[in-house]
């Protein structure tokens, strides 16, 4: 018997599902399943876009690893489902998972706290009409980002270099999300920064600094190719790296993280300030990920990183002592 079994029970690997980024929570999932595994813990693979969630309660599963990633995965509608089955998961809660989800609403509530982020334009719908897109270079300049505020894994991203790029950026934007984001560019480095725990007694892992070539830090490149050089630890000065740890510890507490995440970031090259791009509240998982690879210049391997994430599964709403069942 493993030294889990009594602690843990039996626990589902979530992986899958019905997002864009499908292939990649595979691959993410497969990796937790099989470290999970070789630590003696009763861990299945379980995709939600071929099984009802339903089934987990059924099937008596009684923690779940969240490896999903995009919509239906880390935008909090896993996570109401599994709060009202009373199974406990990774990763942050319904309300924290949903605005991390949405780059508009963590931009929102950042700005709200005084953290660094990129201007921005927010073009709902019925604010994509060629007149209007227009415009957009006049409050941003150029170059500019045009993303899908909830998609992930740089999916329907174009860096604008022109006015005339502008309206193919939005539709193909449109394609992913009825919203569009459109952000200032911030020339400089990426570097990203995970997180481990929650409120007071989380803390930022080592900063990792990523080298694209030629800045294309893609889908492709970031998933499939090893053109794209990180650097970790990030042979930043110490004092900027503290300082990005800061920055989103600050970040991941402001959106009520917790359990695990990552911040990405860029800093400006003309004055080494730090902006916030996104928290990732659903981290890959993959060989080329980025959080494990953090860990394991903080000492942790990809095993035992698992198993601290899963160990940290908890619901939104724990029943309290004494209260009615």
Request: hydrophobic share 40%.
């Amino acid at each position: 018997m493993s030294q889990f079994d009594s602690k843990i029970g039996k626990v589902a690997v979530l992986m899958g599902g019905a997002s864009a980024e499908r292939e990649v929570s595979l691959m993410s999932g497969q990796g937790v399943l099989q470290a999970l595994r070789s630590r003696g813990i009763d861990a299945h693979a379980f995709d939600p876009s071929l099984r009802d969630l339903g089934e987990l309660r059924k099937e008596g599963f009684e923690r779940c690893f969240i490896a999903l990633h995009g919509r239906h995965g880390e935008d909090g509608t896993v996570q109401g489902a599994l709060e009202l089955l009373g199974i406990p998961y990774t990763g942050s809660g319904v309300m924290a998972s949903s605005v991390a989800m949405d780059k508009v609403m963590t931009k929102r509530v950042w700005s709200a706290e005084g953290l660094p982020t990129p201007k921005y334009v927010w073009l709902a719908p019925d604010q994509q009409e060629r007149v209007r897109v227009r415009t957009v270079p006049d409050e941003l300049g150029l170059p500019l980002i045009v993303k899908p505020p909830r998609e992930g894994s740089s999916i329907g991203v174009t860096k604008v270099m022109g006015y005339s790029q502008m309206q193919d950026a939005v539709q193909l934007s449109a394609r992913y999300d009825p919203d569009v984001l459109c952000e200032e560019f911030i020339e400089g480095e990426e570097v990203t920064c995970p997180v481990l725990g929650e409120g007071a007694s989380a803390h930022a892992l080592p900063v990792i600094r990523i080298l694209a070539p030629e800045g294309a830090y893609d889908y492709q490149n970031k998933y499939f190719t090893d053109d794209v050089k990180y650097q970790c630890p990030s042979g930043l000065p110490e004092a900027e790296e503290r300082e990005i740890q800061r920055i989103v510890l600050a970040s991941y507490r402001s959106l009520g993280c917790r359990g695990w995440g990552r911040a990405d970031l860029m800093i400006r090259a003309s004055d080494r300030k730090p902006f916030l791009l996104e928290m990732n509240t659903s981290p890959g998982m993959t060989s080329h990920s980025l959080v494990p690879m953090s860990a394991r210049a903080a000492g942790i391997s990809y095993e035992e990183l698992c198993v601290r994430v899963l160990l940290s599964a908890s619901l939104d709403h724990r029943l309290l002592p004494g209260a009615p069942a």
